[in-house]
């Protein structure tokens, strides 16, 4: 369930948007990090959202690639723990581009990426209730799994 928080102006904003990104920095899983510190290479990440139909699938891509039409520092938004390139879904087939925060999402292989790419980026519930992308879910739990070691 989400939260709206109400701000009497914009310093009050961005202390707690800063409090709330340590926070989230702070509780990040090992595999979480080691996506964030991969800052030299392409990584793919999912994020499953189950309270609302839909898994996101993404890449991020290396921070020199990035830096070349960013107006900020990639290498900062990176350390911060935000990947910045592609999001894919259900209902974004095409992508969109921006930033993610890691702690939101698990790591995945460009394989699994590439299998959920080919079956057209299954929302949550085609991941068990269609027998050609329920190898695709078990994949995405062992990835959540070893995020965790």
């Known amino acids: ?24 920095n702070m509780n990040m899983l090992p595999g979480q990090i080691r996506l964030r510190d991969d800052a030299e290479n392409e ?11 839909l898994v996101v699938y993404g890449v991020a891509q290396p921070n020199f690639v990035v830096q070349r039409s960013a107006d900020f520092d990639a290498a900062d938004n990176r350390e911060r723990g935000y990947l910045t390139g592609t999001a894919y879904s259900a209902g974004m087939d095409t992508g969109e581009y921006g930033d993610t925060h890691v702690s939101q999402v698990i790591p995945i292989s460009r394989d699994i990426f590439r299998l959920a790419q080919s079956l057209g980026w299954p929302d949550w519930s085609r991941l068990s209730s269609d027998p050609e992308c329920r190898s695709l879910g078990m994949l995405l739990a062992v990835s959540e799994q070893n995020a965790r070691s």
Not at 43 to 53: G, S, V
């Open 1 to 24: 369930m989400s939260h709206v928080e109400g701000f009497d102006n914009m310093d009050e904003m961005f202390a707690a948007m800063a409090a709330h990104e340590d926070i989230a």
């Open 43 to 53: 990584t793919f990440w999912a994020q499953p959202l189950p309270d609302i139909d």
